[in-house]
């Protein structure tokens, strides 16, 4: 029998495939005393081996399917498996007090940790992070329970799990993962808007997913409804891959006006642009025509290894996408670390409140030499396209005031030493908590643009956690509250003649294209795929009639009676 679940449609299309779960062994263990020395030590080097094995397969797999790069994390892993003084310190524990090899790991484990974290260097800082990972897996093959790892799949899959953290999402490698489907989770959460800049096919927010769905079994993915089938009838496997088809036409036809401008039907003109993790999406970028990229989340660059990017990494990356847009508009955000995107070689402290806690540009402003390497390479990159700077989390205009004065030091700098770096640069903030919304008017007499996040800005206004699908409801871009807080950005931003954008999900979304339009937004920065099917539905708007409408917008009283006077005026079905 086939079973229906319903979630949040994170990333459009179909998929049909076998489900692959993924998920983490319960790899908890308990002391044994006056054990068998012998067999201990016999089981630890079977361990050791297997998991030598095993790495130097994912390394040399993770090698020729995502590059030397994502590699390298594995080499450091191996380089742990031989290392004597941990090992041995192992070895030894289990001799003197004769326990179980698995708690001993386990005890040494932690001590080595601790030891590394609490270095003044970020090099043996980062080294706990790869001890931590290595016991894991040795440890999974003592307690035998293997560890599964997302960049081992060799077959097409739809991957179903508890969540994915973005730098599970980060590896995913396309060839194999066809969709994924998650228990928690909402539209905005990072695993989301991955799966959308890398095009496939994901619902999250199910709840139920992981304990209704066996191994192996077939698994129907619909992104665009928010709807996963699990034992598909062979009536249903027809009906979705008609629907599959049926997508692939609608693409078809919005691919048409991939060279097209970006106008209403009264001749308005506005950017729409695309949303990137790395400098791979622009292949994306490009296929579905964006005009710029108006948000590169740079944090990916930090994600899925055991250090910090260097300033020639850096600059490698933000340079390849500065040229790979050919002098079209390139907004770079600054690192925004924290909420639901960590980076544990950091070994931050963990918090009640991530998402309220200290992260992105608060996190910068206090690690002031990993800023700097940031925007040293930020700066050099300038030099080669038309790059713009955007810091997030703006809360105050100390902060923006703090974050452009490293900018400027460090332009001084390059510039005594004789570097190229870009002379003239736009620098503009993220408008994503409401302190700042608010306080538009005196921020844009300071900066040079706006770009509204209103994943953060509705999560913060509404008082709702972006990543909890119970209280999902309160993501509401179309309530008057949130428009009321856009208008104050836009208008503040062109009193004083500079422009704004959104680089939220909002700016792709449907109800609100033509609300965002009437309040006269500049630039929409989305997910590369919703960028044709955007520039179709705004072919089809009037200006005027959109600014008449988002008029009348304001002055509603809920976000239903908002979405209806959208339906009626602009979408009708
Ligand atoms: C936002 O908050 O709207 C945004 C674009 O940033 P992120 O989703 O990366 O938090
Ligand atoms: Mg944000």
Redesign the pocket.
């Known amino acids: 029998m086939s079973r229906k679940l319903t979630g949040i449609g994170a990333s459009a299309g179909i998929a049909i495939a076998k489900a692959f779960r993924y998920e983490e062994p319960d790899l908890t263990v308990e002391k044994k005393t006056g054990v068998d020395v012998k067999k201990e030590l016999q089981s630890l080097d079977a361990a050791l081996e297997k998991s030598r094995a095993e790495l130097e397969q994912i390394k040399e797999k993770t090698m020729n399917d995502l590059g030397e790069e994502h590699a390298e994390i594995f080499s450091a892993h191996l380089l742990v498996l031989s290392d004597p003084e941990f090992v041995d310190a192992v070895k030894q524990k289990v001799q003197d007090d004769e326990i179980n090899a698995s708690f001993a790991l386990n005890e040494k484990a932690d001590e080595f940790i601790m030891i590394f974290e609490s270095m003044d260097n970020a090099y043996m800082k980062e080294r706990a992070a790869d001890i931590r990972d290595v016991s894991k897996r040795v440890l999974s093959h003592l307690l035998g329970k293997p560890i599964v790892s997302l960049a081992e799949l060799d077959e097409e899959v739809i991957i179903v799990g508890e969540d994915l953290t973005p730098s599970d999402t980060a590896q995913l490698n396309k060839t194999y993962v066809k969709g994924f489907v998650t228990n928690i989770g909402g539209r905005t959460s990072h695993s989301a808007i991955m799966a959308r800049s890398l095009e496939i096919p994901a619902v999250v927010g199910t709840k139920e997913v992981t304990s209704s769905t066996k191994q192996h079994g077939m698994v129907i993915v619909d992104g665009i409804d928010g709807t996963v089938i699990i034992n598909p009838t062979e009536e249903e496997l027809q009906t979705y891959r008609r629907k599959q088809e049926e997508f692939e036409e609608k693409k078809a036809e919005w691919a048409k006006l991939k060279d097209e401008p970006s106008v209403s039907a009264d001749g308005h003109h506005v950017e729409l642009a695309a949303n990137i993790g790395t400098p791979e999406d622009l292949d994306g970028v490009k296929e579905n025509g964006a005009e710029g990229v108006g948000l590169y989340r740079t944090e990916f660059l930090y994600m899925g290894r055991n250090e910090l990017p260097t300033e020639e990494e850096q600059f490698k990356a933000y340079k390849a996408v500065a040229e790979g847009m050919n002098g079209r508009p390139v907004v770079i955000r600054t690192l925004?670390i924290g909420?639901d995107k960590e980076l544990p070689y950091l070994d931050l402290p963990n918090e009640m409140n991530p998402f309220l806690g200290f992260r992105?540009i608060r996190l910068c402003l206090e690690m002031e030499d990993m800023f700097r390497t940031q925007l040293r390479a930020l700066l050099r990159a300038g030099a080669f396209g038309n790059l713009k700077i955007m810091f997030?989390?703006i809360a105050t205009l100390e902060e923006f005031r703090q974050a452009k004065a490293l900018l400027d030091d460090e332009r001084e700098k390059l510039k005594q030493e004789g570097t190229a770096a870009a002379e003239e640069l736009e620098v503009g903030i993220?408008v994503?908590i409401p302190s700042t919304a608010v306080m538009a008017p005196q921020f844009a007499e300071e900066v040079d643009f706006f770009s509204i996040?209103t994943?953060?800005?509705i999560q913060y206004t509404m008082a709702a956690d972006r990543m909890n699908e119970r209280v999902s409801y309160l993501y509401q871009p179309y309530s008057p509250a949130i428009l009321n807080l856009v208008k104050m950005v836009i208008d503040a931003a062109h009193a004083k003649g500079k422009w704004a954008g959104m680089c939220?999900e909002m700016a792709g979304d449907e109800t609100a294209i033509p609300l965002l339009l009437g309040l006269g937004l500049d630039e929409f920065s989305m997910s590369a795929t919703s960028i044709l099917p955007a520039r179709t539905q705004l072919l089809g708007l009037s200006k005027e009639e959109a600014a008449s409408a988002a008029e009348e917008a304001l002055q509603l009283r809920t976000s239903t009676e908002v979405q209806e006077l959208v339906q009626e005026r602009f979408i009708k079905k």
Do not use: H, K, S
Request: net charge negative; hydrophobic share 35%; proline share 8%.
């Open positions: 925004d909420g992105a997030p989390m993220m994503e996040g994943n953060d800005l939220g």
